[in-house]
DNA sequence: ATATCGAATGTTATAACATATCAATACGCC
DNA sequence: GGCGTATTGATATGTTATAACATTCGATAT
């Protein structure tokens, strides 16, 4: 489990790293990383928050990058579909990986006051969820775990 | 774990026994099960099945019971408040809950193709979560487990 | 009975999120 | 160069959700 989008880190390292990764698993499976999706990678790891779909579209648009959201729209699929950045459900709005295509099943906690988002692995809720579809006769093909509540920092500000 | 929703059952006590349970929930909470809820907590029980809000809107309004938007959200808002129903969120639609009020947390078992959908109960996966929050010192206010895929019927109309 | 207050509803408008469609261009390959 | 596919540009539309404010309803207190 890890914490990382709630605890202080060297989060340029974490930026470059993430991208740099990025760039070679796209070398790897053939996939084409343009400048509008690695641009929009960017603006996502720029912080451990969920943006929404405008937004990005928004900072896109100020860059001269397009203004229309089917440009966003494309982006964050490729992004969703190569693994580099996840949906919230619970909030329409989207996150960079954390462990950049690593994620077998991610699980999230979000804070509702800052959208802040911490993603971690949780196999064992996998499991279980399993379990109830094995005995229902249904197949998985994707979960989404998500908790939302406030981070550290919120709860805080609130007290 | 009960896979109602996908397994044939006697439905007319299904939703029989469960609008008896939501009035005498509110008789006890001092609630007010007003027609429009009322029939709107009707038309989500009719089948267990995600239903859009403004599915259910058209049907309001087919009856004369208000044509707006927020005739529909205001329900759909007070039977979430109440317990009596859920949102699903990878869908952005809303299903009765199937077990009027006993839920803890909630997960659910999502077919893609017929909206068809079953809730369980997963204990279990709050204690994994809990720990990966505790650890973060995050605090969970409510969480959602939703796994998508094919229920049995659309597996035999795919095969 | 009637004044008052809060809850619920009616109504209009708009915000926020997402996709369909088709034309134009860039890229990789032969 | 010529071809097929992937990507981008652009317009329009579809879908989900809320803001804001007026009105009505229901219970309570005088
Ligand atoms: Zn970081
Ligand atoms: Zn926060
Ligand atoms: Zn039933
Ligand atoms: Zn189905």
Do not use: W
Not at 52 to 80: H, I, N, S
Not at 94 to 120: D, K, W
Request: hydrophobic share 45%; aromatic share 6%; with cysteine.
């Amino acid at each position: 489990m890890s914490t990382i989008g709630f605890a202080p880190h060297d989060h340029a390292s974490c930026v470059a790293d993430t991208m740099q990764r990025a760039e070679s698993h796209c070398a790897d499976q053939g996939l084409r990383l343009t400048p509008v999706r690695r641009r929009a990678l960017e603006i996502l790891l720029a912080e451990h928050r969920a943006q929404g779909a405008y937004d990005l579209l928004a900072v896109l648009a100020a860059e001269g990058m397009g203004a229309q959201p089917p440009v966003a729209y494309r982006a964050l699929d490729f992004l969703v579909k190569a693994g580099f950045a996840h949906k919230i459900e619970a909030l329409n709005a989207y996150i960079a990986c954390a462990h950049l295509g690593e994620c077998q099943m991610p699980a999230f906690l979000i804070c509702r006051a800052c959208r802040s988002v911490a993603e971690a692995d949780t196999a064992p809720t996998r499991n279980r969820l399993n379990d109830a579809a094995r005995a229902a006769g249904f197949a998985i093909e994707r979960t989404v775990v998500e908790a939302e509540g406030l981070c550290p920092s919120c709860q805080d500000a609130a007290a």
